[in-house]
């Protein structure tokens, strides 16, 4: 428990839930690194695709970047109406579902797991990008690098809400001020030179144009671009994590979140444009990423251009940090309407839904894994969720004026409308123009999760139909059981069970396995150790029934008899007493057999409603 308080901080009560609550302040960069960081690595996915039209690629990310930021502000004003009509925290799983219907709310929620997922690996794998750009040497250790830096961000989650906040402000704040001034500077310099600024640092020349600019490629840049939007959901999913009041709270946070993303993506486009700054080949020698040509261009290549870089890595790298506040709510809410296994709805010690977090944990390891840690790889998975689940909650909303009616409720109605269709025609785009590139992946996995959801939920209605008992207690036909003890010698293991044994019911039957190698059987003592001190005091004797087993078999035997007895013995309960050594330390479990273990799980598998296994534990004292 010492080494749990030191890593993860001592266990929270219910009622301290309150402490754990945070502000604007601390609210940026546990629901706004996502969104933030997209910064650095949506236009360069974006740029990337530009690189075989050479300079007029470049100039092409401005009218690019403006068409994302239109569609930014729509969803802007559509999530900041969802915030105030559910100030519960209404993510499009719960919007959608409470609107739309149960199946549009799976698909919401199956879009928004995969999305939060490949929100963690893309954000892990950006941030080792930018250390990669800035010191290639280490592009051979990538997936390394990838791994332990998710290690490090589920140990600081782990923590609780309050203390990841404290933890990620100086790096999120230490990010914004650089690329601030980064920008600032870099437009003064071009407003001075009439909008020839000379980079202090030349950037990578461009390499000539190998291809013809095409609508077709246009979608492909605005999909890719799109990424920027991502996280952009994160704060209506977690309004309750804010103190008091929580929508003003909320919402303000949002504000402040999506001003600074189009500061940044206007920022860099337009530098990007004056600078003549395009992508580089992520996988090809001398891999530089946009951010770090763009300081190196505006800043040289000093003190502040490491500390940009440190920043960008630290961020990008925390970024995931979105996905480990709101998967593990997500995954709760999905759970408490038996979708998922209701261990999602468990709150930890330091009141986290931490088994949300191992699974997102899990599935982000096995995505870096599979795809080396190289962001461009995951990028065409990765806008499909995010806009699908924004989509789906916009039409959700509008259902929702709709339905209610309050006062501006038209107005209100329109924007939520204009936000469904802006970003469900996106989503089109981006499922089409990534398809070839890997979006088929997530086309193909949200049904497949939705189809897995619908499994868990029939499991429990299964259940609840199964062991559902709207009557009284019933008093009919109840007797003592017959008890079945297995027993291999007498010991102090078998004397306990036969104690306990003697006190449930008068039948009791001892089973032994003779396998006829033994060198002492417990039938030599049964008489003088068993049946004599019962006879002296007047009690029924348990009948020893040996079974032969020519082939050493044990566990078998043993089965196939407390199944014969329950045939034999209709509308009677069977209990078996299996006496268990219980050791000290777990190595001590390697010097015995796990016989007890098997023979406890088998009965349980083969057994029914009337064969009842009872642990009679020996605990071995220290010695």
């Not at 944990?361 to 806008?383: E, H």
């Amino acid at each position: 428990m010492k080494v749990a308080d030191l890593l993860f901080g001592k266990p929270l009560a219910t009622s301290e839930e309150r402490g754990e609550q945070v502000g604007p302040v601390a609210g940026i960069p546990i629901f706004g690194l996502d969104a933030l960081s997209s910064a650095a690595y949506g236009p360069e996915a974006a740029l990337t695709l530009l690189i075989p039209l050479g300079l007029l690629g470049v100039h092409l990310i401005v009218p690019v970047t403006t068409a994302i930021l239109i569609l930014l502000v729509i969803v802007y004003f559509s999530y900041r109406q969802t915030i105030e009509a559910y100030p519960q925290g209404g993510g499009s799983y719960t919007v959608a579902t409470e609107n739309l219907g149960k199946g549009p709310g799976l698909l919401a929620a199956a879009a928004l797991m995969i999305d939060y997922i490949l929100t963690a690996a893309v954000g892990i794998s950006a941030g080792v990008g930018a250390l990669i750009s800035a010191v290639p040497s280490l592009q051979k250790h990538t997936l390394l690098i990838c791994l332990a830096i998710l290690l490090i961000l589920t140990i600081i989650n782990l923590r609780g809400v309050h203390d990841t906040g404290v933890a990620f402000m100086i790096p999120t704040y230490l990010f914004l001020g650089t690329l601030l001034i980064v920008i600032a500077v870099g437009i003064i310099q071009t407003l001075t030179t009439g909008g020839h600024p000379t980079p202090v640092v030349a950037p990578p020349k461009l390499p000539p144009a190998t291809a013809a600019l095409s609508l077709w490629l246009i979608l492909k840049v605005f999909a890719s671009g799109c990424t920027a939007m991502t996280g952009v959901e994160a704060v209506s999913n977690g309004v309750k994590a804010f103190r008091e009041p929580t929508t003003k709270n909320a919402r303000l946070t949002l504000t402040i979140i999506i001003a600074l993303l189009i500061v940044l993506l206007a920022g860099i486009a337009f530098l990007c444009r004056w600078y003549g700054i395009g992508a580089t080949d992520p996988e090809g020698p001398g891999y530089q990423s946009v951010l770090s040509q763009l300081t190196n261009a505006v800043m040289g290549h000093g003190v502040f251009y490491w500390v940009t870089i440190a920043s960008i890595l630290l961020v990008l790298s925390l970024s995931a940090n979105t996905a480990f506040a709101d998967f593990p709510r997500l995954t709760r809410a999905i759970a408490l309407h038996d979708y998922l296994p209701h261990v999602f709805f468990v709150r930890g010690r330091r009141l986290l839904y931490s088994h949300g977090i191992a699974a997102l944990v899990t599935l982000t390891a096995l995505l870096l894994i599979l795809f080396g840690g190289v962001t461009d790889r995951l990028i065409p998975l990765y806008a499909i969720g995010a806009f699908l689940a924004f989509t789906l909650s916009q039409a959700g909303m509008v259902v929702h004026w709709f339905r209610n009616r309050e006062p501006g409720w038209r107005l209100r109605m329109a924007v939520n409308g204009l936000g469904a269709f802006a970003t469900g025609i996106t989503t089109l785009v981006v499922l089409v123009a990534k398809f070839h590139d890997g979006a088929w992946v997530t086309a193909l996995l949200v049904p497949l999760m939705i189809l897995l959801m619908a499994m868990v939920k029939r499991h429990y209605a299964h259940v609840e139909r199964d062991t559902d008992n709207p009557n009284p207690l019933s008093l009919d036909g109840i007797k003592p059981p017959l008890v079945i003890i297995p027993i291999d010698r007498w010991s102090r293991l078998s004397e306990k069970a036969l104690r306990f044994a003697l006190g449930m019911s008068p039948e009791i039957i001892a089973v032994h396995v003779d396998s006829s190698n033994d060198e002492a059987s417990i039938c030599d003592v049964w008489e003088k150790n068993v049946t004599e001190p019962l006879q002296r005091a007047g009690l029924a004797v348990p009948q020893l029934t040996v079974l032969k087993s020519p082939y050493r078999f044990v566990l078998a035997p043993v089965i196939d008899f407390v199944l014969q007895q329950e045939k034999a013995n209709e509308h009677r309960q069977i209990a078996v007493l299996v006496p268990e050594l219980i050791v000290q330390h777990w190595w001590e479990n390697l010097l015995h057999n796990q016989r007890a273990n098997l023979l406890k799980v088998l009965l349980l598998v083969k057994g029914n409603q009337r064969i009842l296994v009872i642990n009679i534990p020996w605990y071995l004292e220290g010695h």
